[in-house]
């Protein structure tokens, strides 16, 4: 099964488990009808800004949508190219590691996610911006940054792409 038709079924798994319609998911991530529709069916792509946007409208992790698809999923937004290693489940928790690729001269802002959730990332290669919009860090080779997700956040690659791990931890 390709990544479309695995999110998708996921998707609509998740939204019918929460007893919910595809209009008020639609309406509460404010990602179109048509384009929910499309995803659920496995006929779109989807990006990294729209599974956050679900996802975090259905208050569940990205890697729900991500986690056990077959091989590790490959995931793409506007500045950042995600890929899903590990989700670890504890009882207070979900915790996600990504390897991820910041592309030169890009800049992804995320929207707030789940309340309680932070990232952490460790810099691999490049400089980075990243953390909270009103104030993000530098970080290079060897450094790490951790900020609160649940308000909005940026990731830039200030000279050449950028090579990370970042952790991603969820409240239950």
């Known amino acids: ?23 008020e998911l639609a309406r509460r991530s404010e990602v179109g009808k048509a384009t929910l529709s499309e995803l659920e069916s496995g006929r779109r792509n989807p990006t990294l800004e729209t599974l956050y946007a679900l996802t975090t409208a259905l208050k569940v992790p990205l890697s729900s949508v991500l986690h056990d698809l077959g091989s590790p999923a490959t995931i793409s937004g506007d500045a950042v190219d995600a890929v899903l290693l590990e989700r ?6 979900v915790t996600e590691t990504y390897r991820i690729r910041i592309r030169s001269g890009a800049t992804q802002e995320s929207a707030a996610h789940s309340p ?18 009103e104030d993000p860090v530098l970080l290079g080779p060897g450094m790490h940054g951790t900020w609160a997700a649940d308000i909005p956040h940026l990731y830039r690659a200030q000279t050449g792409d950028v090579e990370a791990v970042l952790l991603v931890r969820h409240p239950r």
């Open 1 to 23: 099964m390709d990544l479309a038709a695995g999110v998708g079924l996921r998707l609509k798994g998740l939204r019918e488990g929460q007893g919910m319609s595809l209009s």
């Open 88 to 93: 670890f489940e504890a009882d207070t928790s």
């Open 116 to 133: 309680g959730t932070t990232e952490h990332i460790i810099v691999l290669t490049g400089t980075a911006l990243v953390g909270d919009v």
